[in-house]
């Protein structure tokens, strides 16, 4: 597939019909992208809100008509409030989403004290936070391999998220998202995170690849742990996943449409993965090198400020400021 191909498809396919109303058109261009974030497919959307998949193509292609039931039928699928499907997100980056998540869950006062910070200092110094180390990123690229490694490595616990949620649960993942949908697997999730910031101040967790597009949930985690995003290539990234004999990807005929799944997610996911604090390219590195580069990354103790820039450090690690 040429890059010229890739990108016209991966963008927003089906793209919006130029001719239909603006506010049909923002509309699907919202549901695609909050769609891509979660992982989600046609298919899997229809399935878990009811929508037929041909009314469900008319919709994101700016041209379906849209009722507020079938709305709430979508957002309750995407797991998110009603008002999100409507809202304009191009205004609104990633950095402005978890800032309105964390003052949500503040009390009034807070508030109060929060707004007058805010308005008065011009940089916000933000509080240590303890050892608590969260790997992020796409599957493949190398979550549950390099955060087992890590974790002998610091001497700390090593959760894998998927499976906790499983344990939760009592049964598979696949399961939990067949039988509960979006909203009772990010609530059994949400539900783990809070457990380990309980249980663990020391530990190495890998999250799941969607739990960037739960914006609550992500607001804890950067929050509460150190972030660090195993960035690959979408080619990288489909290339570890067939190495896993995944049944669902196995076969020739499905082969470009998983690779532009990829390349479709991160397209959607790319902005909210560059919040946390590192990002470390595993693309070419063997598991050793990518385990060197990321304890170097935290011995070098990266500072936690309200900025923006990022720092070019040693062993091609991009420190990230949190936010």
Known sequence: MDMATRTTSATAAPSANPASDPVLSELARRIRTLRAQRGMTRKQLALQSGVSIPHLARIESGEGNVSVSLLQKLSVALNLPIQDLLADGSSQNADLTMLIQFLKQQTPAELARLRQMLTSIPVVAAASRRQRIALIGLRGAGKSTLGALLAKHLDVPFVELDRMIEQEAGIAIGEVITLYGQAGMRRLERRCIEKIIETHPEV????????????????????????????????????????????????????????????????????????????????????????????????????????????????????????
């Not at 949930?217 to 960035?231: A, G, I, V």
């Open 204 to 323: 190495v967790v890998a999250t799941g690849g969607g739990i960037v597009a739960e914006a609550a949930t992500y607001e804890l985690l950067l929050r509460t742990f150190r972030t660090m995003w195993l960035k690959a290539r979408p080619e990288i990234h489909f290339a570890r996943v067939m190495a896993q004999n995944d049944a669902r990807i196995a076969t020739q005929t499905l082969r470009n449409d998983a690779l532009e799944h990829i390349h479709r997610m991160l397209d959607a996911r790319e902005q909210l993965y560059q919040l946390a604090n590192v990002t470390l390219d595993t693309s070419d590195l063997t598991v050793e090198q990518a385990l060197q580069r990321a304890v170097e990354c935290i011995e070098l103790n990266v500072p936690v400020l309200q900025t923006h820039k990022t720092a070019s450090l040693p062993v091609s690690i991009e420190a990230k400021s949190a936010r």
